[in-house]
């Protein structure tokens, strides 16, 4: 009782000491399973046991018998169900031939690179080299976005690194399991027509069940047949039945049955597809702190000494620092991306959840099985994934300045609100070479912004998902355009020192606006326009426009007509480069303008 409560509290400790500290979970939970299990062993313990026993050979230990290997199968079928679920259609369409290149040609050269010079430094057989290869094939965001999350970049060089870890989660887990299923079905026969023929059985029953299972679950639900209490364990219970059901007609088949599963769910017109999603990832949070102390502590002393040698220092070399570059630069050749932008890529590459999952699943297995050579696989994907979340999460802020993709000030800029004002303002903004971001839960808003071509978030400001938006580095103004005053203020208070670092505006209240002495710094345009003000200025004359100026008196002249109009609003100022500065409701916020500036307004065309 113990074991289990302490993995528990260990897991969701180093949960919360990777939060607070912005690096990837799996680095303090692999780090904490080693400490409970082999070091403990070697060094702590007076007995040579391990504080953390989960020997699933024997007939001790948290897990007797085989009880350690199902529990893991289940928790990644999960943990991929999960990960199936957030790969979407569109998402492969839009994200742009580099992420396209890299999930495929890159994958190849990962796969085949690797498979190769583990063949020849390890002397591992062909088959095993090709899982290995196959196991690092994987990013995966839960190791990428908190490495990320605080290096300002470029909104192309983030959503390459983003993209790519999510897209090829569910890709390589697929990979590595036909390749497991290969050797395994291959056995001393070799790959005869028998062995082809079970491994075609394992595809035809894997995608078979997923898809229809998917295509049922989703009937179901869209047809209010399941209460909404009972609708995420109705769920979970569905993805393991799946699984079970899948590797009854076709053993092995069960992990590619729930990716399957997952992909096409994730595809689907689900009603409720986001509260899904939010449940499997809290599970898969609890599975994730369970799952990587288990099979850390599992790991013996005698697998980490055969690490112990010169050649595990030349793999780990050359597949970070010449097999991850020339997949990078392969994929990227022909595309917009400089070549700073391709190395920091070419650097940011480290494994994550599933690789170290898959590979202590297959690894026991195919150990247990006596498959020579076996032994290596869990340590070196081990060594893998620690060794590149260990460099990536020290050095890849550091990097990024050195290859000067660091962005020393973020322009960007976040509006809160998708209405027609935010859509008018956003769509100049985004014209004049700005980025910008629109939330709102409004649906129909966002999708009217995303038909005009801008980049919108169905969120509810409330939610914590803004925050772990990597895509949302190079913001640095806020923009609250909402007709709630409350709303307004909240996004000021809780995102302003995220993403209003060079400034952060609310559009002021109908109170501020009729007290002349209640003008705050942040109120934005003018102190004469709340929302309602602002919409209909919006509906009458949706255009934006801009005037020339001749000097800072012409300026605030044009202020004081803008402000006493009520069809004119004033929104920015445009430099002679043709930078732009908001302005505020607090007018003199402005310090410089001079003649060839450009006064930005909103409403009826004037001149002056």
Partial sequence: MLELAGIIILGILAQWFAWKFKIPAILPLILIGLLVGPIAAE?????????????????????????????????????????GLTLKRSEIKNVGPVITKLITLGSAITFLGAGILAHFIFNLSWELSFLFSGLIIVTGPTVITPILRNIPLKKDVSAVLKWEGILIDPIGALVAVLVFEFISVGGDRGFTKTALMEFGKIILFGTTFGFTFAHALAFVINKKLIPHYLLNVVSLSTVLLVFVESE?????SGLLAVVVMG????????????????????????????????????????????LYTWKTAILFVV?????????????????????????????VGPRG??????????????????????????????????????????????????????????????IVGASQV??????????????????????????????????????????????????????????????????????????GEQFGENGSFRLITIDEMNDPTNNPKEGLFSHTDDFNLLTEVARKYPEIH???????????????????????????????????????????AIDHVEKGYKLVYLGKAFKA
Avoid at 58 to 76: D, H, M, Q, R, T
Avoid at 552 to 565: M, V, W
């Fill in 43 to 83: 060094y702590l313990s007076d007995d040579g046991a391990k504080w953390i026993e989960p020997i699933w050979n024997g007939e001790k230990g948290l897990f007797p018998g085989e009880g350690l290997y199902y529990f893991v199968s289940l928790a990644i079928s999960i943990i991929l169900f999960e990960g």
């Fill in 248 to 252: 009854i007609f076709a053993h092995e």
């Fill in 263 to 306: 992909m096409v769910l994730g595809n689907s017109k689900l009603e409720n597809l986001k509260e899904l999603l939010y449940f499997k990832e809290s599970l898969s949070v609890l599975l994730i702190s369970i799952l990587f102390i288990l099979l850390a502590a599992n790991i013996n002393i005698e697998d980490l000494m055969l």
């Fill in 319 to 347: 597949v970070v620092f010449v097999i991850r570059p020339l997949a990078v630069f392969l994929s990227t050749l022909g595309s917009n991306l400089k070549l700073n932008e391709k190395l920091f890529i070419s650097w």
């Fill in 353 to 414: 959840i599933v690789a170290a999952g898959i590979a202590s699943l297959f690894g026991s297995k195919l150990l247990k099985e006596g498959i020579e050579g076996a032994e290596y696989i869990t340590p070196l994907v081990f060594m893998i994934v620690l060794g590149t979340v260990l460099l990536n999460a020290t050095t890849a802020r550091l990097f990024a300045k050195i290859v000067g993709v660091f962005l020393k000030r973020s322009e960007g800029i976040l």
């Fill in 422 to 495: 935010s859509r008018l303002i956003g769509s100049y903004l985004e014209d004049n070479g700005r980025h910008v971001v629109l939330i709102d839960s409004n649906q129909t808003n966002i999708q009217i912004a995303q038909e005009i071509g801008l980049e919108a978030i169905n969120t509810d400001i409330y939610s914590e998902t803004l925050q772990d938006n990597i895509e949302l580095n190079d913001v640095g103004f806020l923009m609250a355009l909402t007709g709630s005053a409350d709303i307004n203020q909240y996004a000021i208070n809780k995102f």
């Fill in 546 to 588: 801009e005037i020339e100026l001749k000097d800072r008196a012409h300026y605030e002249k044009l202020i004081e007509i803008t402000n006493n109009d009520e069809n004119m609003v004033p929104l920015l100022v445009k430099d002679k480069q043709g930078v732009l500065e908001i302005i505020s409701s607090y007018n003199k």
